[in-house]
């Protein structure tokens, strides 16, 4: 039988870890990646390649499969695991013909009226000057106007690093959740040291002032809920991270299946616009 938990809701005692050991456990090099997921998630996974541009980027892997029967569509970030997979991957950083394969499958996935699925493990968007050059920005800001608007359920979930617009290009979801031990923020520990600070040294300093932990995000209304891991961290068990994974995506679903579009559109929409503190200046 499955185990089931309240999403928004840690396992166990309250966790007190400081930021920066969430950062930790959340670049760990044994964490289960997108294909580890994937294969765990979906059955008869059919990978999509191209962006109908200009190439295929490995950095997001993009296909059709089944989740427990349920037709899906799902758009993940996979940064690799060793040396080669890595260079191979572009350590997970998206170029521009990534960010437009993915809103080429989004588009079939509105076509044939499949929810969408997105994993999102990345320390940000490549910032190379190939990448400027073919529109990395313009890539990025056509993904969030296009999937504020898909007709379809979409549900993206931090798996590892949340790293800036790269992550949030897939991130414009119906609902966002977040593993237990990832992180998600406008940028960098330790760029935003760099920055702030002169000092890339004080990141440990950086995290805790960005609030970028799950717990943090879910109390700003910014992630919809936290998906609990195994004892000690994701890495120690990939099979329960999983299934925890599916749970909670199965879970939404059968919420978001019986919205209409037009409802589902609405809903993203409301989600977003209702974010941050706004002050009216009388007088």
């Known amino acids: 039988m499955e185990e089931d938990f309240p999403l928004g809701l840690e396992v166990g005692p309250p966790r007190k870890d400081p930021a920066w050991e969430r950062v930790q456990l959340a670049r760990h090099a044994k964490r289960p990646h997108a294909v580890d997921h994937i294969e765990r998630l979906f059955t008869d996974f059919s990978e999509i390649h191209g962006d109908r541009f200009f190439g295929d980027d490995p950095a997001i892997i993009c296909g059709m499969g089944f989740l427990d029967g349920q037709p899906v569509m799902a758009i993940c970030q996979e940064k690799g695991r060793d040396t080669k997979q890595k260079v191979h991957r572009n350590f997970g950083m998206p170029k521009p013909e990534g960010y437009r394969k993915a809103m080429r499958v989004m588009h079939l996935a509105a076509k044939f009226k ?129 299934r925890y994974l599916r749970d909670a995506i199965k879970r939404s679903l059968a919420e978001l299946n019986a919205m209409t579009p037009s409802q589902l559109i609405d809903q993203r929409y409301e989600r977003f616009r209702k974010m941050g503190n706004f002050f009216e200046e009388i007088g």
């Open 114 to 242: 499949r929810p969408i699925i997105c994993l999102l493990d990345t320390p940000g968007a490549y910032p190379g000057l190939d990448a400027e050059e073919r529109g990395q920005a313009e890539a990025i800001a056509v993904n969030l106007r296009e999937m504020a608007r898909l007709p379809v359920p979409v549900i993206s979930v931090i798996i590892g690093e949340g790293g800036s617009g790269g992550a949030l290009a897939l991130g414009v979801a119906n609902r966002v959740f977040m593993l237990e031990n990832t992180v998600y923020s406008v940028i960098s520990p330790e760029s935003c040291a760099a920055i702030i600070w002169r000092d890339a040294g004080k990141a440990e300093l950086a995290a805790a002032a960005l609030r970028l932990t799950a717990p943090d995000l879910l109390e700003l209304g910014l992630i919809d809920g936290i998906i609990p891991e195994p004892p000690g961290g994701a890495h120690n068990d990939y099979d329960l991270t999983s």
